[in-house]
């Protein structure tokens, strides 16, 4: 037999051995190969259903609207969610850092996500056996917060990841600060740092120290938890906790953060807005909403700079709280009415400067001054006389103030004076200083009711007034608004302005949207509008209007409506127009002796008294072509004997009485 071939174990066992390892080196490549086949089907298919981040790169989130008064004081807003937006540059440098330091400290080293930061809330939450800690960084925050829900699923955490590993390589470091801190909720319904300083702190974001920053940053991970409103131990510790981060990473010294944290902090709950602007607030809205529609309002951070005055309108509040309560006290009321209106406005320019539309807006928003129409009595007066000495009236111009009866379809009507009284010849002036009613109807009567009707439209009237001979009375319901507006043409030499209440109004991009300058028309003489002033003034001084004495070179109008259920002053001085109505929302007589002169008039004075920085130290000026002559004050006639004691009534030159015309051609 052959000799057997010899073979040795390590050859016999070697290719076992290659061929376990080979299989295992394959089994391995297989299990990659498919855990990488699944986690590239997983990326597709998650990748699928991202949203797209170009809608970052024009940041144009939900802001608040913010309304100013004259003086850039703030006296309402409208908003969806509470947010003042503000670019990275109007942030105080320590700012972002502090919310970096507290929440990402390796905001600038990572590429959107910090694997380090997630393995090690891993660790903690296995450790604590709860979930603590989520690992999750600025950058994926704002992933989060502007293209996801807030499900709590992997699924959502795998997109927040992908989402933000594209962010940080579509936008700088800063870009992404710039939408977080804007877009963050810090809770008491502020979105964004801009409006939790003023939330907090009752100021802008720029003027933060750092104390109140610290406070600020220590808010996202629990706002209402660490509210400082709320729990304001819990939210000093959390400070001292970002105080002491901005410490470690190098922001701010060992010494700054201890003296920052020792500063007091003069917490503030979220400012209200004042309560007397709230008629005005409401009309800035309404027009808005109308002009530009409610989510330009509620959600385009504008910024609508008004023609209100806060102080003057808290001046006007106090003055018609005032007066109610006296009302209330003559008529023995247990409580005054909540129902009387004032409007005031800045003669050369228009501009609405106050309204007040009940005495309080918290219980009525109905705003009586600009809302409701109501009868105006013989406050309508001053368009008729104007347009009779538009005509051929003059102020001396003699009418007889006698019983009339007219025929109408229920009877017969015979007008009344408010006295019950008949005075005989009575001059133009003398029917308007003592509101004669049958002088002002026999004007009327005179001059022609449509004549009257469309002056009124001219002067701002809108109201339809109806065309009969009641008319004279103030029969036809008009605004305040209207009406006050109306009396700004005698006040202005006759020229007619539009009331304006809002100066501009600026988009979140500082576009102007619009831009209100006076505009003014003609419609009345100037000479015409002086003569109704000085008789106007006679009403104050010797008339109706005696309440309202004491304001200088004041002029204005009583009206008192039947019953004593409307009782008005519209008063002006060569600055500020304004007008009072008192008066229950549902018809109802206010009280015996209750007119415009005794419940109106006084409202109107205190207010005007106390309206010191529209005062006026000079009278009305004379317009050319008027002349003055002395006259007696009951007939009209020539007073040239004793003109000491004579009125000097103005008149124009081309309507002279015969009586001077020949004096002075002798």
Excluded at 25 to 42: E, H, M, Q, R
Excluded at 377 to 404: R, V
Excluded at 560 to 584: E, R, S
């Amino acid at each position: 037999m052959p000799p057997r071939k010899r073979t040795s174990r390590r050859s016999k066992g070697r290719p076992w051995r290659w061929s376990h390892i080979h299989l295992s080196i394959c089994l391995l490549a297989v299990c990659l190969l498919l855990s990488g086949l699944i986690t590239a089907s997983l990326y597709s298919l998650v990748a699928l259903h991202i949203p797209a981040i170009d809608s970052l790169a024009s940041y144009h989130p939900s802001a608040t609207t913010i309304i100013l008064d004259k003086n850039n004081h703030e006296i309402g807003h409208a908003y969806t969610e509470n947010r003042r937006l503000k670019n990275f540059a109007q942030l105080p440098p320590l700012l972002p850092r502090a919310f970096v330091a507290a929440e990402d400290a390796r905001f600038y080293q990572h590429p959107g996500v910090d694997i380090w930061s997630i393995l090690r809330a891993m660790v903690h939450n296995m450790e604590s056996g709860r979930r603590g800690q989520g690992g999750s960084t600025i950058t994926q925050q704002v992933a989060r917060a502007l293209l996801l829900s807030p499900e709590k699923t992997y699924t959502r955490k795998i997109k927040e990841a992908i989402l933000a590993y594209r962010i940080d390589h579509a936008l700088s470091k800063d870009e992404i600060l710039h939408i977080y801190l804007n877009q963050i909720y810090l809770g008491a319904q502020a979105y964004g740092v801009g409006a939790a300083a003023m939330t907090y702190f009752g100021k802008p974001v720029g003027s933060l120290n750092l104390a109140e920053i610290a406070i600020l940053a220590g808010l996202p991970q629990a706002p209402s938890s660490y509210s400082p409103l709320r729990h304001l131990q819990r939210a000093k510790r959390r400070q001292a906790y970002v105080l002491n981060r901005m410490v470690e990473d190098h922001y701010i010294s060992a010494p700054a953060a201890r003296a920052a944290f020792k500063m007091p902090l003069k917490i503030q709950a979220p400012p209200e807005m004042p309560p007397a602007a709230g008629y005005f607030v409401q009309y800035i809205k309404k027009y808005i909403r109308r002009k530009y529609g409610a989510k330009l309002l509620m959600d385009g951070g504008l910024t609508v700079y008004t023609t209100l005055d806060l102080r003057l309108q808290q001046t006007a509040l106090q003055a018609l709280r005032r007066g109610l309560a006296q009302l209330a006290v003559r008529q023995s009321s247990a409580k005054t009415p909540p129902q009387a209106a004032l409007i005031s406005i800045e003669v050369k320019t228009g501009k609405v400067r106050a309204v007040v539309g009940g005495d309080n807006f918290q219980t009525s928003q109905f705003d009586r001054a600009i809302q409701a129409k109501r009868q105006p009595g013989s406050a309508f007066k001053p368009i008729i006389y104007a347009a009779a000495l538009e005509s051929s009236f003059t102020p001396n111009t003699i009418i007889d103030d006698a019983p009339i009866a007219y025929k109408n379809a229920n009877g017969i009507w015979r007008p009344q004076n408010f006295s019950g009284n008949f005075f005989g010849p009575t001059t133009v002036r003398n029917g308007l200083v003592y509101s004669r009613n049958i002088v002002a109807i026999k004007i009327l009567q005179a001059v022609g009711i449509n004549r009257v009707i469309r002056l009124a439209g001219k002067m701002g009237i809108t109201s339809p007034l109806t065309p009969n001979l009641a008319l004279a009375l103030g029969a036809s319901e008009v605004s305040l608004l209207e009406l006050t507006n109306s009396y700004t043409v005698f006040a202005n030499g006759g020229y007619y302005r539009a009331p304006v209440f809002i100066n501009k109004i600026v988009d979140r991009n500082g576009k102007i949207l619009e831009r209100n300058r006076p505009d003014s028309r003609r419609v009345i003489s100037a000479g015409t509008a002086y003569q109704l002033t000085n008789i106007m003034q006679g009403v104050i001084q010797t008339g109706t209007g005696r309440a309202a004495r004491g304001i200088k070179y004041a002029a204005g109008k009583t009206g008192t409506t039947d019953k004593n259920m409307d009782a008005w002053f519209v008063g002006y001085t060569p600055i500020l127009a304004t007008g009072v109505w008192v008066g229950y929302d549902r018809h109802k007589s206010l009280g015996r002796r209750e007119t415009g002169g005794h419940a109106a008039a006084p409202i109107w004075h205190n207010f005007m008294a106390k309206a010191a920085a529209y005062r006026s130290g000079h009278d009305f000026p004379v317009p050319p072509g008027i002349t003055f002559v002395p006259i007696d004050r009951d007939s009209g006639n020539f007073e040239y004997e004793n003109p000491d004691n004579a009125l000097w009534e103005a008149f124009k030159k081309k309507r002279l009485p015969d009586w001077e015309k020949r004096r002075q051609q002798n």
